[in-house]
């Protein structure tokens, strides 16, 4: 009889061939998001199986660094190790930052801040903010040769002052982003990235017209540059120009950007300009890559709905319920497509279900006792609609008056 390890390894080798069948027939860039998601998730055995079946029909760097992350990531350092090497060998300097991350792992702290220091000179450079937070240095982090290592300057001003910019966008503090962006600006007019910084500054403070004149300048100099097509899809988005947006968009998909993302932000778009089955395929593309990611299942749901087909939608919704079911917002959705098509019984199951999960719903409460009305439990209706009026949903006191007054 086998062993339950060996018994587990077999369902996951099989699992991985079933998975590889699935993108024979896709493109390189296909594969490499596969298995990008699949590292992700924690799934790194499978991950392997699929760079291993990727390699074995043509060998990529990038599959090479990948299958090396995922490696390294089950503590399989020797094959990491030899991953990384084969890269290096392929596209200098790809593999670095996984090297210093295994001699890291080792406690080997010499030879760790050497290939980090290749990584840092080399087009992989890594900001500082990722490496000090990656746990993998951790255990080298008090010895002589980390603190020596971070002795010498190694990003410029411009750098640094992105990384600030960046941090305070994200606190909410745009004032010292702008301040440190105007004087960059001073320092640097010419330098294309200080442009770039003031145009996230500008997209923070909702000056969009600024933001897309800039990012399209740049984009006439460096015509794939993903940091400045995203900024400009964001500000054309904003300032309600989906069309334009769907176009840069489009440019970072066809150009083979790793980001699987970049498809639930092109849906966004086609739903803004009415195109909804070409969202359902954004969509359905990127669950290929995040079968169970939340906002996506939700977004296939009401775009599914929008398009007339409500059972597909509640199908939809089902699933984010399967993978999300402490999630209360995963209930209402299918309550509120039950809602639509009048089967208040199961409107009613589901809004309840979200309720005892978040009992400070008002819009829940209101809709779940119009569900109740509809099934005649009048009595049970007007406790739900004096509970939405309490949190603050007005509309509750028509209904009141209308079934709740005697």
Known sequence: MKGIGEMKRMLITVAAIVMCAGVNSQSPVDYLLKAKALTESGKNYEAVQ?????IAKGT??????????????????????????QANQIEPSSGD??????????????????????????KYKRSEKEIMLDPAFT???????????????????????????EYNISTGKRDEAQQIASELARDYPSENRVVYAKALVDFAFQRYNDVITAMSKLLSVEKGNTDYLTLLAKGQMASGNASGAILSYSRMIDSGVLDASLFIRRAECYIKTGEFEKAMKDINKFLEFYPENKEALRMAGRTASAMGDNLKGISFFTKNIEYHPGDPECYID???????????????????????????????WLNKGIAL?????????????????????????TYISRYCIK
């Open 97 to 122: 930052y996984g090297l210093a991350r295994i001699y890291a792992l080792a406690g080997n702290a010499a030879k760790s801040t050497v290939y980090l220091e290749s990584c840092l000179n080399s």
């Open 373 to 397: 009305v509809n099934t005649g439990k009048t009595e049970d209706a007007c406790f739900d609609f004096r509970k939405a009026y309490s949190l603050g949903n007005k509309k509750a006191s």
């Open 60 to 85: 990529d760097w990038r599959y090479l660094v990948l299958r090396g992350d995922a490696f390294l990531q089950l503590g399989r350092l020797n094959d990491a190790e030899k991953d990384y090497n």
């Open 139 to 165: 255990r080298i982090e008090n010895t002589p040769e980390w603190r020596r290592f971070w002795k010498t300057e190694r990003y410029s001003v411009i750098e640094t002052g992105m990384q600030e910019i």
């Open 50 to 54: 699929i760079l291993s079946e990727a």
């Open 334 to 364: 299918r309550a509120n497509s039950f809602f639509a098509c009048k089967s208040w019984d199961l409107a009613a199951g589901d809004y309840g279900m979200a309720l005892d999960l978040n009992p400070e719903l008002p819009d829940a």
